[in-house]
């Protein structure tokens, strides 16, 4: 392993153990020396990587923006009905937040707006419900008189209430939670020729895996956070 690899590796568990601890105690009560003992390195090599807490915070939420983002370009990129697809997209962000505690760190630090950085981590995936629900239009597979801007709004609040419902309760993001949501919206939302044809548990395989988890080396590289990184 080269000193370019176990500096990324040594980055990827500081950012991996501070999300467990800001899931765990919250952004205030965590510490420096609990994210790089459970990271297990010493201070130095976490002030080597990241100045100070508020950082350390940051690459969390960077990460988990570009787990978010890559699920919803692929929901958007699809092919098929788009209302299967925007179901398909809830189960698979569902997934993603059962699976990766960076992700579930980062939008809770997200919401309240750590250390006074102002971001809109939800915003790629608002406007994957958008896009998706526009072309749901456009192709017919709305019902009539159903407004899509009206929809879109009803599975936002909805998959935002799920996500902040399963900080306290994992089992919230389990698919029947979404299956029932999907149940009750789609014989609303969805034209009359869809009736039927439309899966609200989704059409992934039951324990299709999520995506590679927003930890992964490519990542960072994508976000620029290996550009530059000393050999050590």
Request: hydrophobic share 45%.
């Amino acid at each position: 392993m080269t000193k370019q690899d176990r500096a990324v590796r040594t980055r990827l568990a500081l950012i991996r153990s501070a999300a467990e601890q800001f899931e765990a105690r919250g952004y205030v009560r965590a510490s420096l020396a609990e994210i790089s003992a459970g990271a297990g390195v010493s201070s130095g090599a976490l002030h080597f990587h990241f100045a100070n807490k508020a950082a350390v915070a940051e690459a969390v939420e960077d990460a988990a923006a570009l787990a978010l983002r890559r699920i919803a370009r692929r929901g958007r990129g699809g092919d098929g009905c788009a209302l299967q697809r925007l179901v398909d997209v809830t189960h698979r962000v569902a997934r993603l937040l059962c699976a990766d505690v960076v992700v579930r760190a980062g939008l809770r630090l997200n919401a309240e707006a750590v250390a006074g950085r102002v971001r809109d981590l939800r915003r790629e995936w608002r406007e994957c419900v958008h896009e998706l629900l526009a072309e749901a239009e456009r192709r017919g597979e709305l019902a009539a008189g159903v407004p899509p801007h009206r929809t879109s709004a009803v599975v936002l609040a909805a998959t935002t209430g799920i996500e902040v419902l399963a900080r306290e309760d994992h089992g919230w993001l389990a698919r029947p939670s979404l299956t029932d949501l999907w149940q009750l919206l789609l014989p609303c939302v969805a034209a009359s020729h869809l009736a039927g044809a439309l899966q609200p548990a989704g059409t992934d395989p039951e324990g299709a895996d999520v995506e590679a988890g927003p930890t992964a080396r490519g990542d960072l590289e994508e976000s620029g956070t290996a550009a530059g990184l000393a050999l050590r």
